[in-house]
C-alpha cells in the first residue's frame, strides 16, 4: 500500500462545478504539498499545508492531521484548470528530506 | 532570479554511455531532489540532499549517483545508462518551513 493516497484517480467535471480532490497518508507528517502539472509541462506548486486552511483565488485547501487526509477543492472550475493535481507529504522525522507522493489525479473540465 | 534551471532539457543515449544531468537554484535553499516521472508510476524520489555536501538514497536510487559540491547545484549522473532509465527528470529545491517546492521543467531522456 502507498504511504499517500490520492482519490479519485481520474475526474470529469463541467465548467463551474465544484471540484474536490482527496489524499490520504499513513505516516505522521511535517508538511504536505499540493501541486499542479499541465500536460506536457512543468510542476507548480500550488500550497503547502502543515495545519489547518489556506485559500488562492478559487483554490482552497484543508488538512487534518489527526485523521491524516487533506482535500484540495477547485470552486468554479475552468477549463484551464484540467490537469494533473498532485499530493506529496514530509514524513515526520526526515526534517524535509524525504518526500514521498501520491499518484496524482487526472483532472479534466469540460467547456 | 530564474529559480530552478535543469540542464539538458532532452538527451537520447545509447545502452551503457554515461551522462550527468545539472539542477540549478539561485534562490539559496538547502534542501533539493531528484526525481523521475513514468506513465502511471507517478513521481518517485531518486536522490536528496539537505545541504551542501549532503546526499541521501530515495526510493528508487540504483543506478544513479549525485553529488552536492556547491549549495546551488545538485548534480545527477548515470554511469552505465539503462533503457531502464529512459524517462522525464525533474529537480525541485525547497526551503523548508511553509514555503513552495519550487520544479525545473524536467529533462526528457531517452535510452536506446
Known amino acids: 500500500k502507498n504511504e499517500v493516497e490520492q482519490s479519485p484517480q481520474n475526474l470529469t467535471a463541467q465548467e463551474g462545478e465544484f471540484i474536490t480532490i482527496n489524499c490520504s497518508y499513513s505516516?505522521?507528517?511535517?508538511?504536505l504539498h499540493w501541486l499542479q502539472q499541465h500536460p506536457g509541462g512543468g510542476i507548480v506548486s500550488l500550497f503547502m499545508?502543515?495545519?489547518g486552511k489556506k485559500k488562492h483565488g478559487r483554490l482552497i485547501a484543508t488538512i487534518n492531521i489527526q485523521e491524516k487526509h487533506s482535500s484540495l477543492h477547485i470552486t468554479a472550475s475552468h477549463p484551464r484548470d484540467s490537469a494533473v493535481y498532485i499530493c506529496?507529504?514530509?514524513?515526520?522525522?526526515?526534517?524535509?528530506?524525504?518526500?514521498?507522493f501520491g499518484q496524482g489525479t487526472i483532472l479534466t473540465v469540460h467547456p | 532570479n530564474a529559480g530552478v534551471t535543469q540542464t539538458p532539457k532532452f538527451r537520447v543515449l545509447k545502452t551503457g554511455q554515461s551522462m550527468t544531468l545539472l539542477c540549478a537554484q539561485d534562490?539559496?535553499?538547502?534542501?533539493m531532489y531528484w526525481y523521475r516521472q513514468d506513465p502511471g508510476m507517478g513521481l518517485r524520489l531518486i536522490h536528496y540532499?539537505?545541504?551542501?555536501?549532503?546526499?541521501a538514497k530515495g526510493e528508487v536510487p540504483d543506478g544513479y549517483n549525485v553529488s552536492r559540491l556547491k549549495k546551488q547545484n545538485f548534480l545527477l549522473g548515470l554511469e552505465s545508462a539503462a533503457p531502464s532509465q529512459t524517462s522525464v527528470y525533474f529537480c525541485?529545491?525547497?526551503?523548508?518551513?511553509?514555503?513552495?517546492?519550487?520544479f525545473g521543467n524536467g529533462t526528457r531522456l531517452t535510452v536506446t
Open positions: 506529496a507529504v514530509h514524513p515526520r522525522g526526515t526534517s524535509y528530506g524525504k518526500l514521498t
Open positions: 505516516v505522521g507528517i511535517s508538511a
Open positions: 499545508l502543515s495545519s
Open positions: 534562490m539559496n535553499h538547502e534542501y
Open positions: 540532499s539537505v545541504g551542501e555536501g549532503t546526499t
Open positions: 525541485a529545491s525547497y526551503r523548508g518551513g511553509g514555503m513552495p517546492l519550487h
